[in-house]
Nanobody, 120 residues
Framework: QVQLVESGGGLVQSGGSLRLSCAASFTRYAVGWFRQAPGKEREFVAAISRTPGIKYYADSMKGRFTISRDNAKNTVYLQMNSLKAEDTGVYYC????????????????WGKGTQVTVSS
């Protein structure tokens, strides 16, 4: 069973940046990031394929968020810039199984999440 651990969340002011990390033994998996805001459903943020590292983004994150991976470190990163109050939520990483990268049902193993709070 794959275990995923997210880190890097915290409190940041609007316009600021954070880099989230997702650590696990998943060099053979594609990985996605999702987030869940209070009172809302979990939504897709970004994903990166195993090789050659094709990247997928939700439209609202394009240009602000960058997903990357370092297979030597078994880590996937989510660089978040120009953060807005609406980016607040718990961010989860997950391993991709099959289907659409944009749907959470396509992922099997999930981390416990890391809280991101953006103050306006």
């Amino acid at each position: 069973q794959v275990q995923l651990v997210e880190s890097g969340g915290g409190l940041v002011q609007s316009g600021g940046s954070l880099r989230l990390s997702c650590a696990a033994s998943f060099t053979r998996y594609a990985v996605g990031w999702f987030r869940q805001a209070p009172g809302k459903e979990r939504e897709f943020v970004a994903a990166i394929s195993r090789t050659p590292g094709i990247k997928y983004y939700a439209d609202s994150m394009k240009g602000r968020f960058t997903i990357s991976r370092d297979n030597a470190k078994n880590t996937v990163y989510l660089q978040m810039n120009s953060l807005k109050a609406e980016d607040t939520g718990v961010y989860y990483c997950a391993t991709y199984l099959s289907g659409s990268y944009y749907q959470q049902g396509s992922y099997d193993y999930w981390g416990k999440g890391t809280q991101v709070t953006v103050s306006s």
